[in-house]
Structures are given as structure tokens and as C-alpha cells.
């Protein structure tokens, strides 16, 4: 189980230009640290007696870099924090591989009606400031959405998506946004 941790980790220190490079990252990069104890967290979720001091050490993290989240979210490896400030995340939110966020991303679950449920996010997703996504919707591999974008409706891979309301701009759209070093 440490390993897929450690995997995670790893790949996460790729997509930052830190590979193999752990105390340096963990001490420069608050996005990375952020990602670092929530993957902590949600390894020891389970039968653990660290679980409720690392959620505890989570939850003021969260405070401290502006990034509202839930353990219970899940990431896939490779998950990139731009610009940490103002994040929004629901704990019922998938993310695929190599995912980019940026400050000011709200990706929320919406109640009831048509669109109830939360987003599943794709891989190699590169997603702009000031970014909202909502409801049960998927948002496909290799997508690009743009800064100020309002998502409520499902995006195909490879599209670029842009304003508020968001509009798919582009299809076959060539994400050159995502660093895929992992």
C-alpha cells in the first residue's frame, strides 16, 4: 500500500521539475506540500490511529493555503496545484492523471435536478483560474478549460472551453498546457 503512496508522490514530484528532489519540493512548493498531506491522509483513512491527527493537520493546511477540500476526493497521480489560493473542491470529485489547477477553481456537486451528482474530471486536464465546474458532469481527457470558464455540461476530450457561460471553442484542440513528465 506505501507503494502506491510513494508512486503517487513521485509522480506528483515529475509533474513539479522535482523528481527525486522530496525536501526541497515539500519546502518550496505549497501547492505540492497541500497534495502531499492530503495523499498522507487519505493513505492512513482506514483503521488507522494517525487518521484523525492527519485530517485534523489537514484541515489547518487547509486554512493556511486557501485549498478547501475533502480527504475523500480522488486524485490520480500526477496532480499539479498551480497557484494555491481560493480552491473549492467537493469531497465526491474524481480527477484523473496529470491534472492542473489553478487559484480560484471551484469544482462543486450540485444537489438536486437534472445535473445532481459531481464532476469526474479526465486525464491530462489543464484547468485555468478562476475556473467553476458543476454538477454531474465529465470533463474529457487532454480538455483545456480557460480562466473565468463556467462548466455545467459534459466536455468532450481533447476540446478547448471558454467564458462564462463556457462554450467548447475547439474540438481535436491540442492541450500543449499539461506537463506530462510522469
Known sequence: ?????????????????????FQKAFLKIPGFRYVFYLRLTQHYRKNNVLYPFLKLYLRQMSYKY????????????????????????????????????????????????????????GS??????????VGNVKIGDNAVISPGSF?????????LVMGNPGKIIKQNYENNLVNNKS
Open 124 to 133: 491530462s486536464v489543464w484547468i485555468g483560474a478562476n475556473v467553476i465546474i
Open 66 to 121: 486557501g485549498i478547501d477540500t475533502y480527504d475523500t476526493i480522488k486524485i490520480g497521480k500526477g496532480f499539479y496545484v498551480g497557484h494555491f489560493g481560493g480552491i473549492v473542491i467537493n469531497g465526491a470529485v474524481e480527477f484523473g492523471d496529470n491534472v492542473n489547477i489553478s487559484q480560484g477553481v471551484t469544482i462543486g456537486r450540485v444537489a438536486n435536478g437534472k445535473k445532481a451528482g459531481a464532476p469526474k474530471i
Open 151 to 159: 462548466v455545467n455540461f459534459d466536455v468532450p476530450s481533447n476540446s
Open 1 to 21: 500500500m506505501k507503494n502506491k503512496l510513494m508512486t503517487k508522490v513521485n509522480t506528483d514530484l515529475k509533474r513539479y521539475g522535482y523528481e527525486n528532489k
